[in-house]
């Protein structure tokens, strides 16, 4: 079955850097598109970065030039780089992909950014 497990996330200060990654298992990892969401307390799950197979990328308005979503298809893993953090980036950070029109979720990594 489809399996994605998160880590990376922690507590830094602001213009602070983390690196989070998602292992993924149960699919063919390097044929699908990965991403990841982010949701805080109260509000709803927001998008944070795609990355597809071919390597090309997207990110939300609020994470460009700070983000960068890549992969490692031989890891199965998908990376999320977070540098320059601010507290509005505090949240919990999910990975997510579509498989057969259903849709996978990991299990979070909390990330906070406070002084």
């Known amino acids: 079955q489809v399996q994605l497990v998160e880590s990376g996330g922690g507590l830094v200060q602001p213009g602070g850097s983390l690196r989070l990654s998602c292992v993924a298992s149960?699919?063919?990892?390097?044929?699908?598109?990965m991403s990841w969401f982010r949701q805080d307390p109260g509000k709803q799950r927001e998008f944070v970065a795609h990355i597809f197979s071919s390597g090309s990328r997207v990110y939300s308005d609020s994470v460009k030039g700070r983000f960068t979503i890549s992969r490692d298809n031989a890891k199965k893993t998908v990376y999320l780089q977070m540098n320059d953090l601010k507290p509005e980036d505090t949240a919990v950070y999910y990975c997510?992909?579509?498989?057969?029109?259903?849709?996978?979720w990991g299990q979070g990594t909390q990330v906070t950014v406070s002084s």
């Open positions: 149960g699919f063919t990892f390097s044929t699908y598109f």
């Open positions: 997510n992909v579509i498989v057969r029109s259903s849709n996978y």
